[in-house]
């Protein structure tokens, strides 16, 4: 029996509690409420963002991992063979002297193919690991931007970091938003992480033609442009 009068006891509090609240806190409640659920939502879109990544990065380590198994398959065939050839060297008594020599010289080439496979596919996996690696520092570092604004995207091993002209620079400016220094400083955090990184800046240009004093042509903007990013990434 006294279980029941506590749970009214409770009951009655949590009625009642409301009453007690001014319309200010009420107010105040809304917009934490309200911000609480903005936050939400821009975590389950930075979310999704992480597993589409994770997907594209899932296929590129599956593709990465088929072309190993294919220089592997390679390296073995080159092993038999030249395991079959060096069978063949207790016959090299019987063979004329121009036959022996054709015959080290095919060793040889095959040894020289086998250590250039090896280095190859160390070089291969080496660098598409510091690719990834270098995406995935991107776009933690980016990702809380808008698609729209900056995309990282990888071709033939190569990262390409694209901002949208709007952010960069106004019509017919060289002068940076303050908005593109912040992405650019963050991009530069990154890749002050990876010396051996090389860098390749290409400025945007406007499409509708220019001539001023200190800019001749559209080309010349385009070029002080991709010198003024050049400088807050070496900054």
């Known amino acids: 029996m006294n279980a029941p009068k506590i749970l009214l006891a409770t009951l009655a509090v949590v ?3 409301p009453a007690c609240v001014s319309k200010k806190k009420y107010t105040a409640i809304q917009l934490s409420n309200q911000t609480l659920n903005e936050k939400l939502a821009e975590a389950n879109r930075q979310l999704d963002a992480c597993r589409g990544d994770k997907s594209v990065l899932e296929a590129r380590v599956a593709e990465i991992q088929n072309k190993n198994e294919h220089l592997k398959d390679q390296v073995a065939q080159l092993n038999s063979t030249n ?3 060096l069978n063949n060297v207790s016959q090299m008594a019987t063979l004329s002297k121009q036959e022996a020599t054709n015959l080290e010289k ?3 080439q095959i040894r020289e193919q086998d250590l250039r496979i090896r280095r190859l596919q160390d070089a291969l996996t080496k660098k598409d690991s510091v690719t990834l690696a270098l995406v995935v520092s991107l776009k ?3 990702g809380n931007l808008n698609d729209t604004d900056v995309t990282v995207n990888v071709e033939k091993s190569v990262v390409f ?3 949208s002209d709007k952010m960069l620079f106004q019509s ?3 002068k940076l938003s303050a ?3 912040q992405v650019l400083e963050k991009v530069a955090t ?3 992480d990876k010396p051996e990184m090389e860098v390749l800046v290409e400025g945007h240009t406007d499409n509708v033609p220019i001539s001023r004093d200190c800019i001749k042509d559209n080309w010349d903007l385009s070029a002080m442009r991709a010198t003024t990013i050049t400088r807050v990434l070496q900054n």
Do not use: F, Q, W
């Open 15 to 17: 009625v009642l509690l």
């Open 83 to 85: 395991a079959a050839l």
């Open 106 to 108: 095919s060793l040889e």
């Open 140 to 142: 933690s570092s980016l």
């Open 161 to 163: 970091i694209s901002l």
């Open 172 to 174: 017919g400016s060289t």
């Open 179 to 181: 908005r593109a220094k």
């Open 190 to 192: 990154v890749l002050n």
